[in-house]
T-cell receptor, first 110, second 114 residues
Framework: SQQGEEDPQALSIQEGENATMNCSYK?????LQWYRQNSGRGLVHLIL?????REKHSGRLRVTLDTSKKSSSLLITASRAADTASYFC??????????FGAGTRLFVKA | DGGITQSPKYLFRKEGQNVTLSCEQN?????MYWYRQDPGQGLRLIYY???????QKGDIAEGYSVSREKKESFPLTVTSAQKNPTAFYLC?????????????FGSGTRLTVV
């Protein structure tokens, strides 16, 4: 399996609920990033968490990082229909490449 | 507004034909990247460039070529040697040293073989 795998592959929730997506990776990282992609569009950078950080917030987003378990989670609170998109984690191991996972497709029902 | 512009948005290629995808950025970023995205998969790195006149192969460079003659531009050519080119292609850039910064992506080019 590849570095940076998201779980679940797909998630459907009601507007106002929280959405949690998980990401696992295999090798040590310098940082881990989360991106959003609307259908047929490019990726948008949401948040970056460094390997020495455990939690980071940005608006309704909360990212945690557990380097002992090689995992990260993205929590979107009070979700909105506009949050419907695919979400990708991307791990950077210190080189010039970043490895992207296959993504979680989130559908928020109004 | 600063950003990355990819063109065209849709591109159709005949068998045996070379096509070139354009990527232009006005962010003054040193590093530029080309990724390929297939349905249900993550992004796979085709080529990247850290500075003008220099570029490196990524994980799936076969059948592709690039140039970096200007800092702002990083065009990708899909050659006839690429046997399965139908995909969504994304160009990205970031600041150098880039490890602590995220990528800025273009809006993509969808290439279809007809």
């Amino acid at each position: 399996s590849q570095q940076g795998e998201e779980d679940p592959q797909a998630l459907s929730i009601q507007e106002g609920e929280n959405a949690t997506m998980n990401c696992s990776y295999k090798t040590s990282i310098n940082n881990l990033q989360w991106y959003r992609q609307n259908s047929g569009r490019g990726l948008v950078h949401l948040i970056l968490i460094r390997s020495n950080e455990r939690e980071k917030h940005s608006g309704r987003l909360r990212v945690t990082l557990d380097t002992s378990k090689k995992s990260s989670s993205l929590l979107i609170t009070a979700s909105r229909a506009a949050d419907t998109a695919s979400y990708f984690c991307a791990s950077n191991t210190g080189g010039f490449k970043t490895i992207f996972g296959a993504g979680t497709r989130l559908f928020v029902k109004a | 507004d600063g950003g990355i512009t990819q063109s065209p948005k849709y591109l159709f290629r005949k068998e045996g034909q070379n096509v070139t995808l354009s990527c232009e950025q006005n962010l003054n970023h040193d590093a530029m990247y080309w990724y390929r995205q297939d349905p249900g998969q993550g992004l796979r790195l085709i080529y990247y460039s850290q500075i003008v006149n220099d570029f490196q192969k990524g994980d799936i460079a076969e059948g592709y070529s690039v140039s970096r003659e200007k800092k702002e531009s990083f065009p990708l050519t899909v050659t006839s040697a690429q046997k399965n080119p139908t995909a969504f292609y994304l160009c990205a850039s970031r600041v150098m040293p880039g490890q602590e910064y995220g990528y800025t992506f273009g809006s993509g080019t969808r290439l279809t073989v007809v």
